[in-house]
Every structure is written in C-alpha cells, then in structure tokens.
C-alpha cells in the first residue's frame, strides 16, 4: 500500500550534514515506526515519504523550515553559573531543562566563561539543511487505538 495519512510506516534511515557526516542512522538497528500524517517525523520528510511504498528508496534534502527550524540567535542567552544551581559541573555540550523568556526548553551548553554560562535554545539542528537517505520496510494501515493516541505502538512504537 502507498503510503498515506494514517499509514504506519517503518523507515532505515541515515541522516547526512552537508559534509556527509552521519548525524543520525538507524543502521544496526530496529527501523523508525512512525504514524504518518500526524507531524511525528519532519514535515520536509514526512512529505517526501508520501505515495512511497515498501522496498522504496529516496534522497532528500529537507530545508530548515521543514526540518528543525531556522536557526533563532534571540534563543542564544548568556546566564550566570549560580542561575543554575543544582546542576553540577555545567559544561559545554551539556543538554539543560532551562526557564527561558519563552517557557521551559531544552537547552544546551555552547560556552562557560568564569561564573557566565551562554546556553542556546535552539534544536541542535536547527538551521542545518538534513539530507536523508530512506529505504520504506513496512507499510500497514493504523489501529484504532493507535489513531486515537496520534502515535505507533508495538515495536519500534510507544510503550504504555
Ligand atoms: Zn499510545
């Protein structure tokens, strides 16, 4: 069956930068189960996969609007150490919960100087173009149940 809104879908994916460095794959692993239709994958990917079908292989660039976003330096703040408190050994690369102007988010540590630590709210892919390699597995239609709560369950799903 092609695939269409409310398929489940299972990918092998690798996810290249524009230096061909492997960001992300699902080589050596279970595929990536997703319920299309219901933004729980990229847009730009999301809307390559369309139509496809098992034993399909595409080659996409997704652009930023479609992927991560674009990259928002206004979500760049420079903090001081004693902010966060309770978080020992702050470094660079460190993935925070942080109170921001716009709301809880995921943060991360890109610089710590003295008693100042500069985090960055954007997704660690933000503003980069994401060029994928997609090979389809499985097509199946959804479940009710799977419907209802917008998300795959069994393998490669969510558990409860
Ligand atoms: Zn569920």
């Known amino acids: 069956m092609p695939i269409a809104k409310d398929s489940v879908v299972s990918i092998h994916y690798t996810l290249k930068d524009d ?19 219901h933004g729980n994958i990229v847009s730009g990917l999301e809307n390559a996969l369309e139509g496809k079908e098992t034993g399909n292989k595409i080659a996409v660039t997704v652009p930023p609007a479609e992927g991560y976003g ?10 001081p150490l004693r902010s966060l408190k309770g978080i020992p050994n702050v470094r660079v690369g460190m993935q925070l919960q942080a109170q921001t102007e716009h709301g809880t988010r995921v943060v991360t540590v890109t610089h710590v100087q003295s ?22 597995t499985e097509v199946r239609p959804a479940t009710e149940e799977e419907l209802s709560h917008g998300h795959v369950h069994g393998p490669g799903g969510h558990h409860h």
Do not use: C, R, W
């Open 19 to 37: 230096l061909g460095a492997v960001i992300d794959s699902s080589a050596g692993s279970d595929p990536l189960t997703y319920l299309h239709g």
């Open 115 to 136: 008693d100042m630590v500069t985090i960055d709210g954007n997704h660690p892919l933000a503003g980069k173009p994401l060029n994928f390699d997609v090979e389809v």
């Open 70 to 79: 674009d990259y928002n330096k206004d979500l760049v703040q420079k903090v």
